[in-house]
C-alpha cells in the first residue's frame, strides 16, 4: 500500500537550532517525494520536490531508497520557518495523485 | 495573478442539506484536483480532472458528491445531502499537466450542524 508517515504532531525548536522533520514513505515503484508547506492563514504551497535537488529557505530534503525517507532539514531555525509542513509521495504509478501524511507543526521559539 | 480562487471561504449548513463549491484554476491549467483535508490530517484526493474528464474519481463517495469541469475551466464540487462528518476543508488545486507542480487554493471550510 502506498503511505506517507510523519511520526511526529509538533516538533518545537528554538531559534538557531537544527531542525529534521521526518517522513517514512511505502511506494512500490519509482517515487516523487514533496515537501508542502502551509503558513498560518497561508495556503498550501510547495516547498521542494526531491527530483530538483534544491535548497529552498534553506531547508533540504534527500531521497533515501534504502530506508525509504526523506526528512526535511535546516541546520538553523527561523522563527517565520514556523508552519505545518506535509510530506507527500507522487509517482509514475500514482498518474498526478499526491499521498499526504498527516503533517507536522513546525514551532521555532524566540 | 491571483492563484487558483475559490469560493465560498467559509460555509455554514445544516444537516441533509445541499451545498457547493466552486473553483477557479489558475489560467492554462490542465489538471484540476480537489482534495478533502479533516482536522488534523493531511489532504486526500477526491478527483482529478484532465480537461473536463474525470480521470480518477475513485476516492470520491458517488452516493452523495458529485463534481463537474464543464470547458474544462472552473469546476464546482456538490454534496447532496451533506453529512455531519462531512465537515472538513475542501481544497482545490491545479497544474499545467500531469505531474508538474500543483498549485493550491485557500479551501472552502465546511461546517455542519
Known amino acids: 500500500a502506498q503511505r506517507v508517515t510523519q511520526p511526529e504532531k509538533l516538533l518545537s525548536v528554538f531559534k538557531g537550532a537544527p531542525v529534521e522533520l521526518k517522513c517514512n514513505y511505502s511506494y512500490s515503484g519509482s517515487p516523487e517525494l514533496f515537501w508542502y508547506v502551509q503558513y498560518s492563514r497561508q495556503r498550501l504551497q510547495l516547498l521542494l520536490r526531491?527530483?530538483s535537488r534544491e535548497s529552498i529557505k534553506g531547508f533540504t530534503a534527500d531521497l533515501n531508497k534504502g530506508e525509504t525517507s526523506f526528512h526535511l532539514k535546516k541546520p538553523f531555525a527561523q522563527e517565520e520557518d514556523s508552519a505545518m509542513y506535509y510530506c507527500?509521495?507522487?509517482?509514475?504509478?500514482?498518474?498526478?495523485?499526491?499521498?499526504f501524511g498527516q503533517g507536522t507543526t513546525l514551532q521555532v521559539k524566540p | 495573478e491571483a492563484g487558483v480562487v475559490q469560493s465560498p471561504r467559509y460555509k455554514i449548513i445544516e444537516k441533509k442539506q445541499p451545498v457547493a463549491f466552486w473553483c477557479n484554476p489558475i489560467s492554462g491549467h490542465n489538471t484540476l484536483y480537489w482534495y478533502l483535508q479533516n482536522l488534523g490530517q493531511g489532504p486526500e484526493l477526491l478527483i482529478r480532472?484532465?480537461?473536463?474528464?474525470?480521470?480518477?474519481d475513485s476516492q470520491l463517495p458517488k452516493d452523495r458528491f458529485s463534481a463537474e469541469r464543464l470547458k474544462g475551466v472552473d469546476s464546482t464540487l456538490k454534496i447532496q445531502p451533506a453529512e455531519l462528518g462531512d465537515s472538513a476543508v475542501y481544497l482545490c488545486?491545479?497544474?499545467?499537466?500531469?505531474?508538474?507542480?500543483?498549485?493550491f487554493g485557500q479551501g472552502t471550510r465546511l461546517t455542519v450542524v
Open positions: 507527500a509521495l507522487g509517482g509514475s504509478s500514482n498518474t498526478g495523485k499526491l499521498i
Open positions: 526531491h527530483i
Open positions: 488545486a491545479s497544474s499545467f499537466t500531469l505531474n508538474t507542480e500543483a498549485f
Open positions: 480532472y484532465e480537461n473536463e474528464e474525470a480521470v480518477d
